[in-house]
């Protein structure tokens, strides 16, 4: 069973800096492409950061130069760190297996003064 938990999401000021986990089940994870995806009101989805099972990177252009996907895969975890966080950055940030489509519920990231 595939269960992907994300937390870290909090409430920070504009130039902060986050870092979210993703807690993925089972011992699935390294053999899998992961991504984040952030979800704001009232627009899509997108795609923040994705890494295949052995590392590539790709990154949204909203935030190259900031944000730094990463995995663990002893620990079976998806991180994101985020750097020089700005107000539209403030999404419902949500943790993706490509693979069966699998996602978690989400951990809520605002950035506001």
């Known amino acids: 069973q595939v269960q992907l938990v994300e937390s870290g999401g909090d409430l920070v000021q504009p130039g902060g800096s986050l870092r979210l986990t993703c807690a993925a089940s089972g011992s699935w994870f390294y053999a899998y492409s992961m991504g984040w995806y952030r979800q704001a009101p009232g627009l899509q989805r997108e795609l923040v950061a994705s890494?295949?099972?052995?590392?590539?990177?790709n990154y949204a252009d909203s935030v190259k130069g900031r944000f730094t996907i990463s995995r663990d895969n002893a620990k079976n975890t998806l991180y994101l760190q985020m750097e020089n966080l700005k107000p539209e950055d403030t999404a419902l940030y949500y943790c993706?297996?490509?693979?069966?489509?699998?996602r978690g519920p989400g951990t809520q990231v605002t950035v506001s003064s």
């Open positions: 993706h297996r490509p693979a069966g489509h699998y």
């Open positions: 890494v295949t099972d052995n590392g590539l990177t």
